[in-house]
């Protein structure tokens, strides 16, 4: 499994992002792509250390500018607010979740699956676990943004119906339910203690895929269920 601590770090020059946002030809380069998905990225880095240090409210998008070491106008190309800033945040976690659900979708509901499944949502977890931390600190701007809270709430969801079968009942649903949220709070509370985030990746993978494991006799127990 591939293993990244937060988001993507690489600056970009001011003048490069001035050229972007000013519609220089030159920025229409592959080169220059990559410099505006860069400096993006860095600037989300930024913010949520920001947003974690001070607060949604206590931070200005020109400290964050500041702390960049770029202009302003080179910050405003990318986000308008703080908001954009969050809803990009949440919009990329989601895009990460909706590969996630087509892969699961497209693959057969078996012990398997599910496994890699799994693993592959500790991934996204183990990504932005600074992303999540902040959002948790900052929890009453968030519920401010419904679009967003609504897209953190339905992405565990819509996993979940693709793990589990059409007519599992209520019993099974729950667990699956209850081991993504386990993913989450085991890794949340073990990240800053382990030593090693690819152990503690695998232990907690590891303990998912058998916590999720379907009981013997279970979908017998359907309609008693549901």
Not at 136 to 163: C, E
Not at 164 to 173: I, S
Request: proline content about 4%; charged content about 25%.
């Amino acid at each position: 499994m591939n293993h990244t601590a937060g988001v993507r770090s690489a600056a970009v020059p001011d003048a490069q992002a001035d050229a972007v946002s000013a519609g220089n030809p030159a920025a229409d380069s592959p080169t220059d792509t990559r410099t505006r998905t860069d400096t993006r990225a860095r600037i989300q880095q930024i913010a949520v250390e920001l947003f974690t240090e001070h607060g949604y409210e206590g931070t200005s998008l020109r400290e964050i500018a500041e702390r960049l070491g770029v202009t302003k106008a080179a910050l405003y190309y990318h986000f308008k607010s703080k908001e954009d800033i969050i809803q990009s945040l949440v919009e990329d976690y989601q895009r990460q979740m909706d590969s996630l659900v087509d892969l699961a979708r497209s693959e057969p509901r078996t012990a398997e699956t599910r496994r890699e499944i799994l693993a592959r949502y500790v991934d996204i977890v183990a990504e932005r676990d600074q992303v999540f931390r902040m959002l948790h600190q900052n929890q009453a701007v968030l519920n401010t943004m419904a679009s967003a809270v609504r897209t953190l709430k339905t992405g565990p969801r819509r996993l979940v119906d693709q793990l589990v079968e059409p007519d599992a009942p209520l019993r099974e649903r729950a667990r699956m339910m209850m081991v993504l949220g386990a993913i989450s709070v085991g890794w949340m509370y073990l990240a800053d203690q382990a030593p090693d985030r690819h152990e503690l990746s695998e232990i907690v993978s590891g303990l998912a895929s058998e916590f999720a494991r379907c009981e013997p006799g279970l979908s017998g127990a359907v309609s008693s269920q549901r």
